[in-house]
DNA sequence: CGGGATCCGAACAGATACTG
DNA sequence: CAGTATCTGTTCGGATCCCG
């Protein structure tokens, strides 16, 4: 998600700003920022089955672009979350897996998709509650 | 987040066009389409303080519009994640509070922002490499 | 194959101004 | 106090074309 937040968006590369970050939400949005996307986690998903190049990831993930395809796993190794290798074939050849920091995160991740799981049902249901008791 | 998310867009209550599910991405979706947002974390963690009132909670969370505020508030009553309870008082009171399923949530979100916190830094690192090595 | 560059519509978020 | 309504800029994401 770099989820639009003004003063650290990846592209420009710019300082972080930092803003008002005295309490403890600062941490949850530095993550936030990075698998909060569209994209990043369906990304790291697959990516911690094992070592993907950029057609499988591709085909893996549908509805995904190769724009964003290109641009979310620039990102994640820029951060260091994934390592990106060129193999000077033709054609060429680009494989992308987790680093160790990457696989850390892919766990914290798959919890997040435990508890989606579970909740699901509850949180469908609450939605038809909240829908039907708004519906005028 | 809600991340813009095509077909899952909040707002308009459409029913979720599911998109290709078949494999296990879906579940992860879910949940970042909530929490995903530039808003929703720092309030799902500042309620997971205590009981909060709507001014209460836009003090906390600087630089959040009440426009915001409430969009984010809403989406998580909708989703069971947060009760809202109105006092018929003069001047109105309103008091958000998290439900069950919204405290297993802030656990994950939690968890969360201890990861970021822990590898704040080597991310930061990493980011310097690369743009140092990007930069022509 | 694995991208880069560009155009463009759509969704989002901030800033008011107004209400009960 | 606790919102709602509207207007507007910004950013995101998809599509398309091109390159090595």
Redesign the pocket.
């Given at each position: 998600m770099?989820?639009?937040h003004?003063a650290v968006?990846p592209?420009a590369g710019g300082a972080q700003a930092a803003g008002p970050c005295g309490d403890d939400d600062c941490g949850i949005r530095e993550v936030l920022d990075r698998i909060g996307?569209?994209?990043t986690v369906l990304v790291i998903v697959e990516l911690s089955k094992g070592v993907r190049?950029?057609?499988e990831l591709q085909r893996a993930i549908p509805?995904?672009?190769?724009?964003?395809l290109?641009l979310t796993?620039?990102r994640l190794c820029r951060d260091g979350l994934v390592e990106r290798t060129v193999y000077a074939t033709i054609?060429?050849?680009?494989d992308y897996r987790l680093t160790a920091m990457g696989q850390s995160l892919a766990t914290m991740v798959s919890d997040l998709a435990d508890w989606s799981r579970e909740h699901k049902d509850a949180i469908g249901e609450a939605r038809r509650h909240w829908d039907a008791a708004h519906t005028e």
């Open positions: 770099s989820v639009r003004t968006t592209q996307d569209k994209w190049r950029f057609r509805g995904i672009s190769q724009r964003m290109t796993t620039r054609p060429p050849q680009v």
